[in-house]
């Protein structure tokens, strides 16, 4: 089940390189290193399950992993707070990154309502 491309994965890439760039600037210690980890993870998976979605086999597969995507960029907010946090002087940075992932918890949830709304139309629920 292929989704309408648009710019939508294009801008999960960029997203994803704008958090490994700006990640591999911030000064590691035994309370960032982690957080960093955390964030790199979470935001690296919204790609990740997003072109999942795209090969997924049924409508339910590809909410599932849509689902996974929004869980992953809610995630990667908690994990930008945090880090904003720790990094007052990037804070600008990690704005962006939050308007851009918070951008993408709404897209996702679009996408996962208009394909619910077209199973139970299909199957009359």
């Known amino acids: 089940m292929e989704l309408k491309k648009y ?3 294009e801008r999960i890439f960029i997203l994803g390189k704008k958090v490994l760039m ?5 000064p590691e210690n035994t309370i960032s290193r982690p957080l960093i980890s955390q ?14 979605g795209n090969g997924a086999v049924s409508k339910k ?6 689902s996974i995507a929004r869980k992953e960029a ?3 907010l908690y994990w930008v707070r945090l880090l904003a946090f720790l990094f007052v002087e990037k804070s600008n940075e990690f704005q962006l990154i939050s308007q ?6 709404y897209i996702f949830s ?3 309502k208009k394909i ?4 139970e139309f299909e199957f009359g629920a």
């Open 7 to 9: 710019d939508l994965e």
């Open 61 to 66: 597969d590809l909410i599932n992993k849509i």
């Open 110 to 112: 679009a996408i996962i």
């Open 22 to 26: 700006l990640c591999r600037k911030l």
């Open 74 to 76: 809610k995630e990667t």
């Open 116 to 119: 619910q709304t077209q199973i």
């Open 39 to 52: 964030l790199v993870r979470s935001a690296t998976s919204i790609g990740a399950n997003y072109m999942e």
């Open 100 to 105: 851009e992932t918070q951008e993408l918890v």
